[in-house]
């Protein structure tokens, strides 16, 4: 084989990306009530290195009227946390929660409130039945039925529209009191970032409207108040099957937002879109060439971006990807946990502690206890 031959087919033969090595310290349940169902988390760090994990709480199932948002904290980068607080729960469900402390020292927790429960229970009530003892469903226990009917019932039909949004509630004094609840236009489940201007910046969906469109708002005033900035154009042949954003800034000032893929084409995956504006305009997304999904971004201290994913088939866990040029390109899979039973499970996010050990949380339904937990991993690049 000549010389020549050889250049050519290195210049044309695919790079391969090997996973950074990476070595895992620890992975243990942190949740402390098997009683419920925890799900989609999100885990952030203070300036003054405390650590704060939100989540959905309160829950029975995956689906149920109940949810609520709960939080938990730990001051030994999570050696330790402290027992959960309820944060907001309204008269419906609370599902999903984000948060982040902005550079003013404000906390921020982010979550959005649904009806996706109705479906199931009007599925119940159809085959019930009222006797003395009450509404009783013959597809649902009785105990079970009379709780999610009992909980719809605290708001009339009206009402219950009414509560449907997109929230963040604010504490100014460390988490000890929150405000009210404060609409956001988009949501996605690990809340808006701070960009290096000052702004904060949410890349979500619009949930409720009736376009759903997919975009950034943002807020100039520490979150009290948010404004739709720019849509985020639909790839040629896709439909409105986007979900689940997430941004981060990279060194050089791009912005970058992965989205969750329902769509035909790449169907699974995590699709990426960029701003080199300022967020005012974005690129129509893109295949990275990572089935997973959704995703958490974090730029670590050395500048390089950090992926973390769920990964919803065997192994059936968690995963992460670096790139080390600014999200144009990433490496090839870090696996964080893949001893999952199945797909309910995911949505990982990532702090850096002080020493550069890095620290993922997520949730996942597990053999036993019998519903969700939050689990974590400590992990370090080698």
Known sequence: MTARFLLIASVLAPTIHAAPPAKILETKVISMQPEFYHGWSTVAQRQNGELWVTWSGGRVAHVCPFGRVDAMTSTDEGASWTFPRVLLDSATDDRDSGVLETAKGTLIVSTFTSLAYEEHLAKATAFADHTDQGWISKSMPQDQFAKWRAAHLRLNDADRKAELGEWIIRSTDGGKSWSTRIPTVVNSPHGPI????????????????????????????DGHTWQWLAEIPTRKGDKNAY??????????GTLIAQIRNHNEANKGETLQTESKDGGKTWAEPHSIGVWGLPSHLLRLRDGRLLMSYGHRRKPFGNQARLSTDNGKTWGEPILLSGDGKGGDLGYPSTVELKDGTLLTVWYESMTEPKLAVLRQAKWRLE
Do not use: N
Request: charged share 40%.
């Open 243 to 252: 979900h689940e954003l997430h941004a981060v800034e990279a060194t050089d």
């Open 194 to 221: 701070q960009l290096k201007d000052g702004r904060l910046l949410y890349a979500g969906k619009k949930l409720w409207a009736e376009d759903k469109k997919i975009g950034v708002a943002e807020s100039r005033d």
